[in-house]
């Protein structure tokens, strides 16, 4: 880009201050280099996108790498957009994890699809920070229509839409922690609050004390952070040998912490858990909640997506228990991040727990009944405009596009566990509901520990571990949009050559 120092118009006074500051004014690109810049950056995200393949997916770089790049300090006069778009490749690249090789496999997917980018540069045009509908009536508008869409595929209970009635909605949360917190603290006010209303001698400090959560051992330690923050105490529920939680387990712990004094107050079940996508039994566990008067939540960031299809719908089964509901179309669902949506069957229950009305953020059609202000529902007041991904996604891929891409992802996975299972020095550690895969060298956790270590060192593909049952187990998580039966072949190949080598080094 030209550098196009906007120049002082006359008064004197003016004209001299511009040079005694030694400042510029402004460098600005123009509507006209934007379009230009704007067709090459698409290009290059496509070139990208289209090769990505051929990049290496883990780096090489050491800590520390990046900042012996670039300057110490911000430029006093600024750099021409070439030199910046040079050091994409210079700078940047180097040091990225190419979460959308189809090589990549380690965590769980995050999303990307063109029509999500697009409809985020539209987002960051717009620009605007929709708090209130008066902020922005299309920004808080369109989430809850999208919010009822996404509902309705999942094949919600009416209770968690919005419609123009109901009581219940959703919202975009930036991420399934979030949303777990946001839980939290509005299961603590209500509980604080019935509580109050039946005895109000005692004191909320008094209360929260005694006020206990519940998860898994096997939730997501997001979950067990919630507390923290929160400022409950959470108690760890025993999983059974699908590392899963029954109604068991919980109504045991739930009666020793009662004879103990507390107070049951919240159970966050998860549908898809961390370490090897394992499903909560809901239908068990939330008529205990419900008759305890505890908050059910339910996160199922990954798994959420997948029941889009009717052949998965059923491990939601028990949604009707919950209080709350929450997974990431950022994760699986073609929405890239953040995106990650959350409904509650009592919209009031987070407003009666977040309310804050100061007059600045005050406006006419407030109390008609008629809007959401989304500023009530999450933690921060700021909000992007981040249902427009939702909606190009929704409209461009259709309800069938999508249910085909989770399809094929359960798919491709299916096909690596058959080939670890036709491979008898090998074993799968867990049930292969959708697209992870947990599987381990028969053997010592040292021997598997090395197998990782030799595949992430080799950089062809990329896989992170979890414990499973004390064991060091490899997941192999399908991530990419673009992976293929070659893709996964190849990745199957290479573990069982190193695999091999390993092997023959210890004598096998
Ligand atoms: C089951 C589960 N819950 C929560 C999270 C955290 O997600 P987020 O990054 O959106 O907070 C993850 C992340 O993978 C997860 O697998």
């Not at 780096?59 to 300057?71: A, F, T």
Request: charged fraction near 25%; include cysteine.
């Amino acid at each position: 880009m030209e550098r196009r120092h906007r120049s002082p118009e006359t008064p004197e006074s003016c004209f001299n201050l511009f040079h005694m500051c030694h400042c510029v004014l402004a460098v600005e690109m123009d509507a006209t280099e934007f379009r230009r810049r704007g067709k090459e950056m698409v290009d290059f995200i496509a070139d990208y996108m289209e090769n990505i393949e051929q990049r290496q997916v883990y780096p090489d770089v050491e800590p520390g790498y990046l900042r012996c790049l670039i300057p110490q300090e911000a430029p006093e006069d600024p750099d021409t957009y070439d030199d910046v778009v040079k050091d994409i490749e210079r700078v940047i690249m180097p040091g990225v994890t190419h979460w959308h090789s189809p090589y990549f496999y380690a965590y769980f997917p995050t999303a990307s699809s063109y029509p999500a980018m697009l409809a985020d540069m539209l987002s960051g045009a717009i620009g605007c920070i929709g708090f209130s509908w008066a902020a922005s009536p299309a920004c808080t508008e369109l989430e809850t229509v999208m919010l009822d869409w996404l509902g309705k595929m999942l094949n919600l209970p009416e209770d968690f839409i919005a419609g123009t009635t109901g009581k219940g909605g959703g919202v975009i949360q930036g991420s399934a922690s979030e949303a777990t917190l946001v839980a939290l603290l509005a299961a603590r006010r209500r509980k604080v609050q019935l509580i109050l209303a039946d005895q109000p001698e005692r004191t909320e400090a008094e209360i929260i004390s005694k006020l206990v959560a519940y998860t898994s051992d096997q939730a997501h330690s997001s979950v067990e952070r919630a507390g923290l923050i929160g400022g409950m105490r959470m108690r760890k529920v025993p999983t059974d040998e699908k590392f899963a939680i029954g109604g068991e387990a919980l109504r045991r712990i739930i009666e020793e912490d009662k004879k103990a004094g507390l107070i049951p107050s919240f159970f966050c079940a998860t549908l898809g858990t961390t370490p090897s996508c394992a499903f909560d039994h809901i239908t068990e566990l939330g008529p205990i909640c419900n008759a305890e008067n505890m908050w059910m939540h339910i996160d199922a960031a990954y798994a959420g997506s997948s029941f889009i299809c009717p052949e998965f719908r059923p491990l939601l089964d028990g949604i009707e228990f919950a209080d709350s509901f929450n997974f990431n179309p950022h994760k699986w669902l073609l929405v890239n991040f953040d995106c990650s949506t959350m409904w509650v069957k009592r919209r009031s229950d987070l407003i009666g727990a977040f309310k804050m009305d100061p007059v600045y953020l005050k406006h006419d059609h407030q109390e008609s009944g008629l809007v959401t202000d989304y500023r009530h529902w999450q933690i921060p007041l700021g909000r992007r405009f981040r249902s427009l991904k939702m909606w190009f996604v929704f409209r461009m891929y259709g309800v069938k596009g999508l249910q085909d891409y989770i399809r094929q992802h359960v798919r491709l996975a299916k096909e690596f566990e058959n080939m670890v299972r036709n491979d008898p020095r090998f074993e799968i550690s867990a049930d292969v509901v959708l697209g992870l895969v947990c599987f381990r060298l028969k053997g010592s956790n040292e021997l598997n520990e090395t197998l990782l270590k030799r595949l992430n060192s080799a950089r062809r593909i990329h896989l992170v571990p979890c414990q499973l049952a004390g064991n060091f187990v490899l997941r192999f998580a399908v991530c990419a949009r673009t992976t293929e039966s070659r893709h996964v072949k190849v990745a199957w190949h290479h573990i069982r050559e190193l695999a091999s080598e390993l092997l023959l080094e210890q004598g096998h």
